[in-house]
């Protein structure tokens, strides 16, 4: 079976704002965060993003019904109805007083913006959704007593290329930013074991230690490997599933590459940190220099190719190989 994800060029258009609170100190990229900081989160809409596979209205219907208003139900065969969000990294701001704050960028499909408009539980719906998925991946904890700032954006909203599981969008209904638009380029492919000859990765993989460790999430081992002009990052991921792969979700900037697959595993390798930082960010206490200083090796080479990358599951290996 083959296991496909998408390079989508997500371009949102804003919706609403609210402000939330840390309810606990935390960090973001490194950067020590104290309890009582404002977070604003942008709710925000794109026709980019995966729609939902059944209906709207069913699917909200559904949504509604549990008791949690969690994102996921059972649809009639037992399987996930997943209502798709995109959550950015947090970028530090100021608020309109000059005091720190911290701001993510959370987008749904265009389709949900009329629902929102007419229905104020499908609106809180979709804004516990947002700080749900905004905790998972950063091991937040905010506050639901939220603030309604009079703007439609915290800052402008970035345009940005994303990787989502193709299982995710209705057949033809892909938007591949693959050179040439044309194709419909594997980003994400399951490949059958291969024997050692044919690993890509060492067999003393580095210890994954990012800022997402003390988290639920486990943080991944991994190391990477050039070929000719081509470098491969092999992500450890054992647990990964066919049912869990479909709330993965791969980010791959020129210098950066993360993983967050809820619940499960988490990994952000940010080359634009300082070779202390990123020690300190990917590796714990005990690891010898020489795995360190293999991984630093990355930052001072290319920038990964974000257009041209692709990667494979190889599920009986149990890992994720992706070529940047």
Not at 66 to 95: K, M
Not at 126 to 137: F, G, H, P, T
Not at 211 to 232: N, V, Y
Not at 236 to 246: D, N, S
Request: proline share 7%.
């Amino acid at each position: 079976m083959t296991s496909t994800w998408k390079n989508i060029n997500i371009s949102p258009s804003p919706g609403f704002c609210v402000k939330s609170k840390l309810l606990h100190p935390g960090f973001l990229n490194q950067v020590a965060l104290p309890q009582g900081l404002k977070v604003f989160v942008n709710v925000a809409w794109s026709k980019d993003v995966p729609p939902p596979l059944n209906s709207v209205k069913k699917t909200l219907e559904l949504a509604t019904a549990t008791s949690t208003g969690d994102h996921q139900t059972l649809s009639d065969n037992g399987g996930d109805i997943p209502i798709y969000i995109f959550v950015s990294d947090g970028r530090l701001d100021t608020d309109k007083a000059g005091n720190p704050s911290v701001v993510f960028d959370c987008i749904y499909h265009s389709l949900f913006k009329s629902h929102v408009l007419k229905d104020a539980d499908v609106k809180k719906l979709l804004i516990e959704r947002a700080l749900k998925q905004i905790e998972v991946q950063n091991s937040f904890s905010l506050s639901r007593t939220l603030g309604k700032p009079n703007i439609t954006s915290k800052g402008a909203l970035e345009q940005r290329i994303v990787s989502i599981p193709a299982e995710l969008f209705p057949k033809d209904r892909h938007r591949d930013v693959s050179p040439g638009n044309t194709s419909t380029k594997r980003l994400v492919e399951e490949v059958p074991s291969v024997d050692g000859s044919g690993d890509l990765y060492s067999p003393h993989p580095l210890q994954g230690f990012s800022e997402l460790h003390g988290s639920t999430s486990e943080c991944p081992s991994w190391t990477w490997t050039k070929e000719d002009q081509d470098i491969f990052i092999t992500i450890q991921v054992p647990r990964l599933t066919h049912a869990t792969i479909a709330s993965a979700t791969l980010d791959i900037e020129p210098r950066r590459l993360t993983l967050v697959v809820p619940g499960l595993y988490g990994i952000d390798i940010d080359l634009n940190l300082s070779d202390l930082a990123l020690g300190r960010a990917l590796f714990p206490t005990g690891t010898s220099p020489q795995e360190v200083e293999h991984a630093l090796l990355l930052k001072r080479d290319r920038d990964l190719d974000v257009e041209g990358a692709r990667a494979e599951w190889r599920r009986k290996e149990g890992c994720l190989v992706i070529m940047v």
